[in-house]
């Protein structure tokens, strides 16, 4: 299986170099293929028809159907995150390089594509208690993530929660990592 799954990173590899054009057809045809193919496989697995989720979601059965089809390309995040909602999985947006977009569809499984909601889900008790042992899970909850409810336009701004030695400079990153922790009450 690795030989196969390491030919076919190959190939893929192969055919982005010097083409600019094929990356950005690929990453457009993987955006929408994935997705669609994600949101169908997790509303499978949980028994769920479209008109279920539909119902679920606060949306028309046509609106999901549409959604399904790996030809369409209009979703907005805002859909996006009530679909995460109603599924009750995490969304994550982010820029990646070519290697990792590569490695995820070379070793694509539908295992990877069903996600569990968030009470199937779990971190072990080690891996908690070797990160995260010096929070106060209920501050950090009464303290913050209340904010998180209320529209983004009324949340602490940033720098509201932490005062930055020098905002977007080399240490931009790990500026906006201990803001992130400190909003939840996390010490690094």
């Keep these: 299986m690795s030989d196969h799954i390491d030919s076919i990173k190959a190939q893929l590899w192969e ?16 955006l929408s293929t994935n997705t669609a193919a994600q949101i169908t496989t997790m509303r499978e697995s949980r028994d769920w028809t479209q008109r279920e989720l539909a119902e679920k979601a606060g949306m028309a059965p046509a609106r999901i159907s549409l959604i399904e089809n790996p030809s369409y390309d209009k979703l907005t995040l805002s859909t996006l995150k ?12 982010r820029f990646s390089p070519f290697s990792e977009l590569v490695k995820w569809v070379a070793d694509l499984s539908p295992e990877k594509m069903n996600v569990r909601n968030f009470d199937a889900d779990s971190i072990s008790i080690v891996q908690m208690s070797q990160k995260v042992s010096k929070v106060d899970m209920a501050q950090a909850s009464h303290e913050y993530l209340p904010s998180l409810a ?12 932490r005062q930055p030695q020098q905002a977007y400079a080399s240490n931009s990153m790990s500026f906006i990592k201990d803001a992130s922790y400190q909003r939840v009450g996390v010490t690094a």
């Design 150 to 161: 209320q529209p983004v336009n009324e949340r602490p701004a940033l720098a509201q929660v």
């Design 82 to 93: 009530r679909l995460a909602s109603t599924f009750d999985v995490a969304l994550v947006v």
């Design 15 to 30: 055919k982005m170099r010097g083409n600019k054009k094929y990356r950005d057809n690929f990453v457009a045809a993987h």
